[in-house]
């Protein structure tokens, strides 16, 4: 079992930067994918980016490639996003993952944190 808690999230205007943090405890998440994604209201959940168990490998969606960046620590059990130029379509809520292999799909991940919220105003 591995339990993820995001945070970072808030306020931000166009244009500025946030840094999301996921904390993973419990069964260590090495040797599994880091996914970040999210969802806005009134609409499906979406991948954002993901990486690999060694850090050494990552993917993003086409919307948020050259803005964000995803991380990990895997000494410290943790994961980060972070998130420059912000959009106001950037705005939703944001939830870590893990899961076995790297994957854009919400089903091949095992488990989820609870969600950060992002606002991006314009």
């Known amino acids: 079992q591995v339990q993820l808690v995001e945070s970072g999230g808030g306020l931000v205007q166009a244009g500025g930067s946030l840094r999301l943090s996921c904390a993973a405890s419990?069964?260590?998440?090495?040797?599994?994918?880091m996914g970040w994604f999210r969802q806005a209201p009134g609409k499906e959940r979406q991948f954002v980016a993901y990486?690999?168990?060694?850090?050494?490998?990552?993917w993003y969606a086409d919307s948020v490639k050259g803005r964000f960046t995803i991380s990990r620590d895997n000494g410290k059990n943790t994961g980060y996003l972070q998130m420059n130029s912000l959009k106001p379509e950037d705005t939703a809520v944001y939830y870590c993952?893990?899961?076995?292999?790297?994957?854009?799909?919400?089903?091949?991940?095992?488990?989820w944190g609870q969600g950060t919220q992002v606002t991006v105003s314009s």
């Open positions: 419990g069964r260590t998440f090495i040797g599994n994918t």
């Open positions: 993952a893990t899961g076995g292999r790297p994957s854009l799909a919400v089903h091949d991940y095992d488990y």
């Open positions: 990486i690999n168990w060694t850090g050494g490998w990552s």
